[in-house]
């Protein structure tokens, strides 16, 4: 995934599956290329302001990424829904154990953060990125 530049990509859609626990997400890259990202085993997807235009400023995957202060931000608002300092104390043990698991390597975060549209949080198992050809 580091060879793969996100930036100026567009999510131009994706699907889930019926029970929910899986998604595909199609992109296009700023080289035209296609590309698609499929996770399996969700545990938390949270997709926001879908638009016809959805441009990414960039695609964070953890364990993968080292930025351990944008993992906390992105476990906490998927896992807790607001801001660390923000989320209730009861649920702070939860994403602390996300955190931990993400760190393990038995959970993967990933971060669609947009310029402009859909912003793509999700929590799951496994992952797979292919090209897709362009007919």
Do not use: H
């Not at 296609?34 to 926001?48: D, K, M, P, V, Y």
């Not at 607001?82 to 955190?99: M, R």
């Amino acid at each position: 995934m580091k060879n793969i530049d996100f930036m100026e990509s567009k999510l131009l859609g994706f699907d889930i599956d019926d029970p929910g626990k899986a998604a595909i997400f199609r992109l296009r890259l700023q080289n035209t290329k296609r590309i698609n990202i499929s996770i399996n085993g969700i545990e938390r997807l949270l997709i926001t302001e879908i638009r016809d235009q959805n441009v990414i400023e960039n695609i964070f995957f953890w364990p993968e990424n080292e930025d351990v202060q944008l993992l906390r931000e992105s476990a906490f608002w998927l896992f807790g829904n607001s801001s660390e300092e923000c989320c209730l104390e009861k649920i702070k043990p939860f994403v602390e154990n996300s955190i931990d698991r993400v760190k393990s390597g038995d959970l993967i975060i990933m971060n669609v953060t947009a310029i402009y549209g859909a912003q793509v949080l999700a929590a799951f198992l496994s992952m797979d990125i292919k090209e897709v050809p362009i007919n």
